[in-house]
């Protein structure tokens, strides 16, 4: 292909994609068909994984803080945040079950629900 049969400039393509792309994001936003929500519910507050640690193995982690912390929520393992505390997720495995605070006795009938005399409000504070 010669000089003169090029019609368009790679910087002009490049240019027009850019735009392309920033009026489709205009025009979706001002019709409004991209949903902003505000509600928290089912809102993902991190992803987490398990590291599987034997007696006597090593592992390297971060010395770093994470800015989360872990409570006890009716019988349930609850992350929240160290900002804002009153905001809690409870942490679900990849079928949304809830993880556990403790291992429930065999003759509980509903795991959920505290023992008496067990204190839910954060007795298990991690």
Do not use: Q, W
């Not at 490049?14 to 902003?36: C, K, N, Y």
């Not at 989360?68 to 992350?79: D, K, T």
């Amino acid at each position: 292909m010669s000089d003169n049969e090029r019609r368009f400039t790679v910087k002009s393509l490049i240019v027009t994609g850019v735009a392309a792309i920033v009026g489709t994001v205009m025009v979706l936003e001002a019709s409004g068909r991209i949903d902003h929500s505000d509600n928290k519910d089912h809102a993902p507050v991190g992803e987490f994984t398990a590291i599987h640690v034997k007696p006597g193995d090593t592992f390297r982690m971060s010395r770093k803080s994470s800015e989360l912390h872990a409570v006890c929520e009716n019988g349930y393992l609850a992350i929240a945040a160290d900002v804002d505390p009153s905001f809690r997720g409870i942490l679900v495995d990849y079928k949304n079950r809830g993880v556990r605070c403790a291992r429930p006795s065999p003759t509980d009938r509903d795991p959920a629900v505290p023992a008496a005399g067990d204190n839910a409000s954060g007795a298990g504070d991690a």
